[in-house]
């Protein structure tokens, strides 16, 4: 993943784990068996990131639109089967509104392109769960700057009349001159 893949899902991160208490955790770390009390849960990944030439991939630095794949992954559990879908869309139409309507989240994009979301109700014993997950794509670029290690300023040229003694003035000329980060 590139930096700016993983910027985009910390961004997410921090703008969903204010939630008012939707989400009792927000990780992106897979967790494998949540106790109770961690649920209702949602866990963000950086999925797949595709990147594609922008423009003449032959010409300048290396530059790309990068396609990026996040996965919101969503668990709640209920007493009854009846009882999962309900808490599971409502928190799923949080997120999806919470991002799509920032600001401060839109800024690391520069757009989503599309997504999809599907949902499961699994039992365990007695107890039901119900898991959604959406996928969204979300695009950005890239620029890739050469390093160069005799990078080129310029050329200051110092110049007297020919003949004449160093009480002579100089004729001072920089040329190509680029100013230094």
Same mark, same amino acid.
């Given at each position: 993943m590139t930096p700016e893949a993983i910027e985009i899902r910390d961004a997410a991160v921090a !703008?969903?784990?204010? &939630?008012?208490?939707?989400? *009792?955790?927000?990780?992106?770390?897979?967790?494998?068996?949540?106790?109770?009390?961690?649920?209702?849960?949602? $866990?963000v990944m950086a999925w797949r990131e595709q990147a594609k030439a922008d423009g003449d991939a032959f010409s300048g630095e290396p530059h790309f639109v990068n396609d990026l794949t996040l996965v919101f992954a969503?668990?709640? *559990?209920? &007493?009854?089967?009846?009882?999962?879908?309900?808490?599971?869309? *409502?928190? $799923?139409?949080?997120? !999806? &509104?919470?991002l799509l309507t920032s600001p401060a989240w839109l800024a690391h994009i520069e757009g989503v392109t599309s997504y999809s979301s599907s949902v499961s109700i699994p039992r365990d014993g007695e107890t039901w769960f119900a898991q959604g997950t959406i996928e969204m794509q979300v695009q950005f670029s890239t620029r890739w700057e050469p390093v160069v290690p005799d990078d080129y300023l310029g050329t200051d040229l110092v110049a007297r009349p020919f003949g004449h003694d160093a009480n002579t003035p100089e004729i001072r000329v920089t040329l190509d001159q680029v100013q230094p980060d």
């Open positions: !703008l969903l784990a204010d &939630n008012g208490g939707l989400f *009792k955790l927000v990780s992106i770390v897979p967790v494998d068996v949540e106790p109770d009390d961690q649920l209702p849960s949602l $866990m969503f668990k709640v *559990k209920a &007493n009854a089967r009846e009882a999962t879908a309900a808490p599971l869309y *409502k928190r $799923m139409r949080w997120v !999806l &509104n919470k």
